[in-house]
């Protein structure tokens, strides 16, 4: 684990379902302590010993749900998904709680629409230090090619992606540009990168641009 900011700490675990490992964060704001997008590592749950217990998990799409099961109940904790995700839940004993795309969570936590690789992917506005956007899948700093995680701002293969790649890179472009215009933030985390702390919105709007 390590502190990107105050509230905000970030891990790294091998996710054995897709082969690689993901990035996953424990923050605080407003008082209330939550996760992103948990896994832990070889499903050791006294790995959450090391951090302030949270009271909600959020998902920023429904296939990361990850370790969200084991940390709801270790913890007793609120899992949110968005809810165009939640059949995904319809026949699983995780008892997840719906958001709807503009919905401000517990902690101030504001959700904004994405919606373009699948209607429930959602970012997610951290109300921490001068602001904190948390990416799904839409975008990744992750090299597939190199199995690295500090490479360029960049997409998931196309064949990821759907049958008509080139639109919906377009489309996720034209609609973080917007998000940049709109809120405040310095620095972007991923569920699938290193995460930019300080000038990201820059870097996302010069990505966006081109």
Not at 128 to 136: E, K, Q, R
Request: aromatic residues 8%; negative net charge; hydrophobic residues 40%.
């Amino acid at each position: 684990m390590r502190k990107l900011l105050p509230g905000l700490t970030h891990w790294r675990a091998f996710h054995q379902d897709i082969g690689h490992d993901v990035d996953c964060y424990h923050a605080e704001s407003e008082g209330v302590t939550y996760l992103l997008d948990p896994l832990l590592p070889e499903r050791e749950i006294g790995f959450l010993q090391q951090v302030a217990p949270p009271s909600h998990i959020y998902m920023t799409n429904r296939l990361h749900d990850r370790s969200c099961a084991d940390c709801a109940r270790a913890v007793d904790a609120t899992v949110w998904c968005n809810r165009h995700g939640l059949h995904e839940y319809v026949d699983d004993p995780l008892d997840v709680q719906p958001f709807d795309a503009g919905d401000v969570l517990p902690g101030g936590v504001r959700t904004i629409e994405v919606g373009l690789l699948c209607p429930d992917e959602t970012a997610l506005l951290l109300p921490i230090d001068t602001g904190v956007l948390a990416i799904a899948d839409s975008l990744i700093r992750f090299d597939f090619a190199n199995r690295t995680h500090d490479g360029a701002i960049g997409f998931v293969p196309d064949s990821l992606i759907g049958d008509d790649a080139e639109h919906i890179k377009t489309q996720t472009k034209a609609l973080y540009l917007d998000v940049c215009d709109r809120y405040a933030f310095d620095h972007v985390i991923f569920a699938h990168g290193e995460p930019l702390i300080g000038d990201a919105k820059q870097q996302l709007r010069s990505f966006c641009d081109r």
